[in-house]
Each structure stands twice: as structure tokens, then as C-alpha cells.
């Protein structure tokens, strides 16, 4: 038995990353009306900026639709040359603002597994992004009761899970990390002596992510969807902490 | 003896609302080139647009300053009719990034007062705003050794309050509040059994705060100062919770 289940929540028990693919869609259609003469490239190109833009203002803005929006802005007055007009910021600000107005709608099987675990044991989610958008998403998700804990962060490394383990005093080895990031659910856990569940948001991402040296890591698994969560989670138990030396 | 004393951050240990006048008066500044015709009262509607904005779209972008950063561009777009150019778009961008760089200025007497409370009692910082912002403040600010508990929240109610003391299983008679807001940091703690203690951000604003409704509230009492703080936590001690019925 696992002391505690955790769940990362974007693209793991609700859809995330639709959102922002689709804001980008209208993003792009936006600028290109400025872009007449850029040619086959100027939608990719577009994309690559509005990514390059966002990196740098990670450290400042963290994650978030609100970081976005700004770098949305400061993307499109780049490309525009500062020829972007009120009107078209605006948009831009409307853009975001339907994302923070979106329906959260669950992945397949979240309610029914969540369900069954939280009979048998206490479970707790793990998100990172804005405060607030996150609390509005959990509490219009219809979930929220399933879980014990709620740790709403700023990002999710080595540190983040060792002061989480050391608030609610849980051992490592009797923690279990359920997502779709093996950078933020999966490794850090993994490396500090807890065990994760890798499940994939597409199913078409799942051959890339398993890498030899991935699967091999111990304490570390591979779902292709979160409904076959209970089944494995009866097969493993809490890892031998001799085994981590 | 109190089991938690907890703290509000922005203008309680570190000054904050100086960042907002600031950049406001850049703002302006910037504004005013686009409304020569305004007259006198120009500076006073941009202020009071600004605000209205801020209000409208508080609950979907929350406290903080990239919720700030985009309400001063609505509110620019909105006061030129559109006409405001993608530079100027830029530079309002550049405030809110010098926002977020500004070096975390304490208020006097905070490090003896922490110091001195934490060798007898288990601190709690309780701030509200953008998680990775407040973060950031905390870590540069040289204090946070000093807390045993740190909450980055959306907001300041009674639930908030009630969701805390859950977690860490306080009782709500053993807790005490020390912040400037009556609002955020003393009503919801008092009506809901704890004690606190209310530091307003500028002494001028004292007078105004200690309305005779207030100050008989059991529970509650007023500091100049936080360097008075120990002197008074030695003097009072937690609610009887008869007291409360």
C-alpha cells in the first residue's frame, strides 16, 4: 500500500494543451494578415518566435495562460515590427481570456479510477501553473473531492517533491506519481527513491517516450491510459528502500 | 502560547504597494502623450479606468502583477481608442518585467522581530498573489529560514483561512494573524475565532483603521509597528473558545 497517490492534472486528468494549440491557431491567423510577403515559412516561423519569446520569460512569468498572453503580445509586437494594432493586442488579450473561461473537460476513465483508488487510498494532486485558473479548473472539474491533498506549485523539480514529502511527512518509497510529463511527474520522483506511472496524452507519443534506459529505471511504469491505473497499482507496492542505495 | 503566528508579506514584511505606484505613474506618463486634450483631470481617469479594469478582470487573472500587466494594456487600448502604438504596448511590458525584477526592500524591524518570535513559536507566511513572483520574494528576501510554513494562496477568506488550519491541524484559538489588510489578514481570522494583529502599511492610516467597532472585536489588536510585535505576544495568549460562542 502507497501512503499517497499522487496525480499530476494538465493533459493527465483534464484537457490543457488543446487550449493553447488552439489559441496559437488563431494567433497565427492574426499575425499573418501583417506577414503578406513571408512566404510558405511565416506560420512556423511565428510559432518558433512565440516559443523562443516564452523561454525567456519562463523565469519571470512561470506557467501559466497569463506569462502566455504576455508573450503572445510581445511575440506580435516583434514580428509586426510594432505595426500590430490596439485593436489586433486586444485580441490577443480576448485569445486568453477564453482559455481562463474554458470548460475543463476530463480525459477518458479519470472519474471511475479516481473513484476506485481514493476507496483505498489518500490521493493528492500535483499542478503546476497560475493559482487561481488552476483552483477554478479543480473545482469546476467535479473531482476535487477525491483528493486529500492539493498542491498547486511553480514547478515541479527534486525540490518541489522533497518539501512536499517533508510537509506531509510521506516516505519517498510509499509515494506513487501519476502523469503525462517524464520531466516533471516521472524523473524527479523516480531519481529520489519514489515510484511514477508515465501515461502518455497521445497514445502516438507512447513508443518514443520508452526509452531503454527510461524502462529500466526501477520503480517506474507505463500506461497507455489512466483506467488501467488501478490494475497496476494492486501489482506493484512501495519500493524496498535498500533497493535505492 | 500560540501554535502558529502567521504572517501576511506584501507591505506586512516587504514593501509592495510602492511597486504598483510606481509603475502607475509610468503608466500615466506614458498615457498622457495620447490625450493632450484631457485637461487637468487626465491623470485621475486613467487611474480610475485602470482600476475599473483591474476590478472587471480580477477574477479570472486573480492578484498579482501579470494580472496587473495586462489590465494596463486593456486599460491603454481602451483610453487611446486603439491608438496606442506596439512600442508603447512594449514599454508597458517592460514596467511590469521591471516589476518583477525589483530588488525585495523589508520593512524596518522585520529580521529582530522574526528572529526573536522563532526561537518560541512556529511561523507561517501566508501571502497572496503569483505563486512563482511570491516565490521569488521569499527566496531573495533573506527571511524565509524563519517560517516553518509557507502558503502562496489565491485569496484571502474564510475559507482560505479554514482550509489551512485543516491542513495543519490548528485550532483556530492558537492562531494569530499579523498583516496591513483588515480585509484579508484580520476579519476573516477573528470572525472565525483566531486572533490578529493589524500593521497598517502607513502609519498616516492608523486613525482612519481603529474604528471603535473594530478595536472592541475580542481578538484584535493594532501595532505601529512590527518591531512591537514580541512585547505583545507576551501579553496576550490564545482565545478562550468559550468566548467565542
Do not use: C
Amino acid at each position: 500500500m502507497f501512503d499517497v497517490i499522487a496525480f499530476d492534472a494538465d493533459d493527465t486528468l483534464w484537457h490543457n494543451e488543446i487550449l493553447y494549440t488552439r489559441a496559437q491557431a488563431r494567433f497565427k491567423g492574426l499575425l499573418l494578415a501583417y506577414l503578406p510577403g513571408a512566404g510558405p515559412h511565416a506560420a512556423g516561423w511565428i510559432e518558433q518566435t512565440l516559443y523562443q519569446t516564452e523561454s525567456r520569460n519562463l523565469h519571470q512569468y512561470g506557467y501559466g495562460i497569463k506569462g502566455f498572453a504576455l508573450s503572445m503580445i510581445e511575440t506580435a509586437i516583434e514580428l509586426t515590427e510594432g505595426r500590430i494594432t490596439g485593436q489586433d493586442i486586444q485580441r490577443i488579450i480576448d485569445i486568453a481570456k477564453d482559455m481562463l473561461n474554458a470548460d475543463v473537460e476530463l480525459l477518458e476513465e479519470v472519474r471511475p479510477t479516481l473513484a476506485k483508488l481514493s476507496e483505498s487510498h489518500a490521493l493528492m494532486l500535483i499542478t503546476k501553473g497560475d493559482l487561481l485558473d488552476q483552483k477554478r479548473k479543480l473545482a469546476q472539474s467535479g473531482i476535487a473531492s477525491y483528493f486529500r491533498y492539493t498542491e498547486i506549485v511553480s514547478d515541479k523539480t527534486h525540490e518541489t517533491y522533497q518539501a512536499i514529502w517533508n510537509k506531509y511527512q510521506i516516505a519517498p518509497a510509499r509515494f506513487l506519481m501519476v502523469g503525462n510529463s517524464l520531466k516533471s511527474d516521472v524523473l524527479p520522483v523516480v531519481t529520489l527513491g519514489g515510484q511514477a506511472v508515465y501515461i502518455p496524452y497521445h497514445t502516438t507519443w507512447a513508443h518514443e517516450a520508452t526509452a531503454d534506459t527510461e524502462s529500466a529505471q526501477p520503480g517506474y511504469y507505463q500506461l497507455e491510459h489512466l483506467g488501467l491505473l488501478p490494475a497496476l497499482v494492486e501489482q506493484i507496492s512501495p519500493r524496498d528502500t535498500d533497493e535505492h542505495e
